[in-house]
């Protein structure tokens, strides 16, 4: 089975411009999950789907970042405008059946670089 | 101030040679996982544990979660290049939301 699918794997832009991020989780998991990773600051994360739902948003740094999951196979992070303390590799994971005893699986994540 | 506090953050270590890596809190939970993610990958689940004191064994790694199930340890026995990675601990904070650690990074030289 093919795993959590992100793209672009790499992204290098200016500062101010939009960048969106692609996410295609595990058919069949009912949850996923968006999160950033920094050397300062470890794995944290952003936001959290069910359903299609957004659940839990407090992790999105402030009101550039937002996320959509339109249907159960896809999602998308977008920021804009981009800065340059939004560098960082940004994961998607999806998982089944909730949070906590059940494996969360991640995909290779996106290496986002503002200049 | 980390939920999961995570020791050593670094750690190189000669292939063979045994070794411990820590996850604290002052917090229970009621399961912890570990993760292990290599360089250009996401983080992969190694195991869930979920009963205070219990043990689990993955080849040459043994887990344990702490009597109280507020820490949790791994222990590799001859490690090999192989097991170079950063290794994360999480567990549950409220009711829906995994919180990581900030994680050891092993080396294993050969």
């Known amino acids: 089975d093919a795993g959590v699918i992100q793209s672009p794997r790499h992204e290098v832009t200016e500062m101010g411009q939009e960048v969106t991020l692609r996410c295609k989780p595990i058919s069949g998991h009912d949850y996923l999950f968006w999160y950033r990773q920094t050397m300062m600051r470890g794995l944290e994360l952003l936001i959290y789907?069910?359903?299609?739902?957004?659940?839990?948003d407090s992790g999105m740094p402030e009101d550039r970042f937002s996320a959509k999951m339109p249907n159960a196979s896809f999602s998308t992070l977008k920021i804009q405008p981009s800065e340059p303390r939004d560098s960082a590799v940004y994961f998607c994971?999806?998982?089944?059946?909730?949070?906590?005893?059940?494996?969360?699986?991640f995909g290779d994540g996106t290496r986002l670089s503002i200049l | 101030t980390q939920l999961l506090e995570q020791s050593p953050q670094f750690l190189s270590i000669q292939e063979g040679e045994n070794l411990t890596v820590y996850c604290n809190s002052s917090s229970v939970f009621s399961s912890l996982q570990w993760y292990r993610q290599e360089p250009g990958e996401g983080p992969v689940l190694l195991v869930t544990v979920v009963t205070g004191g219990e043990v689990k064994k993955l080849k040459r790694l043994t887990f344990q979660f702490g009597d109280a199930r507020k820490d949790s340890s791994l222990h590799i026995t001859a490690a090999q290049p192989g097991d170079t990675g950063l290794y994360l601990c999480?567990?549950?904070?409220?009711?829906?939301?995994?919180?990581f650690g900030q994680g050891t990074r092993l080396t294993i030289n050969p």
């Open positions: 994971a999806s998982s089944h059946r909730g949070i906590g005893n059940q494996p969360q699986h």
């Open positions: 999480a567990a549950t904070q409220g009711a829906q939301k995994l919180v």
């Open positions: 789907f069910n359903n299609n739902v957004p659940i839990d």
